[in-house]
Every structure is written in C-alpha cells, then in structure tokens.
C-alpha cells in the first residue's frame, strides 16, 4: 500500500471516530436539554420557560463540547458566532424539512425525523470546517 493511500485511510478513520464522537456530544446534549425542562416542568415552571431554559443549557453544553472535545479548538465570542449562525442554519433545515413532509406526506414527525441526519452531518461539517477550523 502507498503512503498516500495509507495516509487516506488513516485520516478517514479519523473523521469517522471524530464523527462519532460529534453525534455522542449531542446525544448529552439531548438530554441535558430533556433532562432540565423535565426537572423544571416537575417543578411546576410554565412549560415554554422550561423549554426555553432546557434548550439554552443544552446550547451551551453542545458548544463547550464541541470546542472542547470534538474539535479541540479554544473558545471565543467569534466562534460562539459561528456557532449560534449554525444553530439558525440547522433550525432553517429542520423547519423546510418539516413543512414538506407535512405538504407532501401530512406528517411532520416523518419530516423531523427527516431532518435529524441533515442536521447532524451539516453541524459536523460547518463545525469541522468553518466554526472551529
């Protein structure tokens, strides 16, 4: 095998496991957002702040994972820029994905459902490439 055919598959592996390790971040960040509106709702707060406040922490959390472990990169307010343009980005896709699913199919959950791959790969990809680069 060639050095630079060694070199490909060595730095594919990478990605893989780096990959991995993105889809792992945000599996915790899943449930540090499910986890906290739930204590939050079994608290009797109003359902939107519990919401609300859920998916910031896990906003928070899914950031200082992916600088710190996915993407090994510093922290700063333009990064967190960066990032937060994803998190609008992402939202886009999702809403477009649900919206068709519902004109084409009358399911927006098989459109949600749709949505999470896109989003996972396009948060990877930005992340890897422009936000932490």
Partial sequence: MS????ASRLGSRL????????VIGGVLCALVDIGLM????SKGAPATAAASAGFVAGLLVNYAFHSRVTFSADASPARFAR??????I?????I???ALAQATLGSPLAGKILSLPLV????????RYWIFK
């Fill in 3 to 6: 050095v630079g055919r060694l």
């Fill in 38 to 41: 739930q204590l939050l709702l």
């Fill in 15 to 22: 990605i893989s496991r780096q990959f991995a390790v993105y």
């Fill in 96 to 98: 477009a994905c649900v």
């Fill in 120 to 127: 996972a790969v396009n948060g990877y990809l930005l992340g």
């Fill in 90 to 94: 992402n939202w886009l896709l999702t």
């Fill in 83 to 88: 990032f937060l343009c994803l998190v609008g």
